[in-house]
DNA sequence: CACTTAATTCAACGCTTGTTGAATTAGTTG
DNA sequence: CAACTAATTCAACAAGCGTTGAATTAAGTG
């Protein structure tokens, strides 16, 4: 292996990679184009087709990442039931601020155009994400789809001010206050009061 | 005036309003491409440009919007003080229910790709929407500015959810029951608790 | 040194985009 | 009717897009 390329060097599939993750979430699939992350990575348009096929295949490639949902379920799990929605907006603050997050920023941006991806959000949010958590915290499932959607609205709407129409001061406020301010919220949703009558509708 | 026209026909012209405002809303500025609003209006692409000038003139004439938001923020104002939360949520729901709705989900999905959209978005909600509001529920100005960002990021979450992501059960719930799930959650962030000791950064 | 294979370069393809300008049609005005 | 003006049609433009394939370079292998 390793054929066709000097030990030491790493290969412009990388950079590739990395120039895609950043047009990609900062401007949109459609956006961002081949030309431009080829521009940025200091290579050939026809590289990229040469490494990943086609564009969609780029786009699908720069969105593998390494954060595993269950890891931070159950971090969020672990401790009081009380205090659950406090520890869920800490790890969607530390997630999203990582460089992890501009994977989350790219669908994101992308689902506002595409179909496509607006249900692989869906899909990721409902059943990757919000399902086990409260499936964990035993909340009963004709509740779970209500409650999930209560704090996906809250929890989105945050990324949305936060991270991508970068509303002042909530783009910059430190992850204690903003914690602070939505824990008890998202607690309220999680376990709380939240119109019983219409669950499991 | 009315010259060249046959009396009792509407013009082209409203016929193409009607398409954008259909195309802009439901893909955004870049993936709405005048040639499809054309051909979803029964017209000549080369209409838009005759009537409008360029496409981004025509994204401009097709947000001319007849919502006022003070109406509205009176609305939210008149009545207790207790019951501003559940009022704000219904006044946002009608609103963006009805026809005029489509013009803010345009500028929305624009805005997660063109920072000049963000901006308009941004300038809206705090200058037009929300810094009138607190100011006439009295709250004081060194928490008006965190406050507001409160409200915007779970009310922009239930948006996004709701008309862009179309999350279910969210985006097909009755008003009543977002009205009794969020109501709450934004009268705490107008008049509760929300981390007072850093309020005024 | 050949041989092989991957990496890279370069030019070009077909397509869609927004926009333009000339030619034509239609309806009102004097 | 003649004159004028707005509305409409049609063909074409330049620019940018993703993608392709052939030619060239480079590096490890027998």
Not at 21 to 38: H, P
Not at 40 to 49: C, H, K, L
Request: aromatic share 4%.
């Amino acid at each position: 292996m390793n054929r066709g390329r000097r030990p030491g060097q790493v290969s412009s599939r990388d950079a590739v990679l990395r120039a895609a993750r950043e047009q990609f979430s900062r401007k949109g699939y459609d956006a961002a184009t081949v030309r431009a992350i080829a521009a940025e990575a200091g290579v050939d348009p026809s590289m990229i087709n040469h490494h990943f096929g086609t564009k969609e295949q780029l786009f699908m490639a720069a969105l593998e990442s390494p954060v595993d949902p269950k890891d931070h379920i159950s971090a969020v799990l672990g401790g009081p039931r009380e205090g659950a929605g406090e520890r869920l907006v800490t790890r969607i603050l530390a997630v999203w601020d990582s460089p992890a997050g501009a994977a989350g920023v790219a669908v994101l941006r992308t689902a506002m155009q595409h179909e496509w991806s607006a249900a692989l959000v869906r899909e990721f949010i409902l059943n990757r994400a919000i399902k086990p958590l409260l499936a964990g915290l035993g909340v009963p499932a004709e509740e779970a789809s209500w409650r999930g959607n209560l704090v996906a609205s809250q929890l989105s709407g945050l990324i949305l001010t936060r991270y991508l129409i970068k509303l002042e001061p909530i783009a910059s406020a430190p992850h204690a206050v903003v914690v602070q301010a939505l824990g008890p919220t998202i607690q309220r949703y999680l376990t709380g009061a939240v119109g019983a009558d219409h669950l499991g509708g």
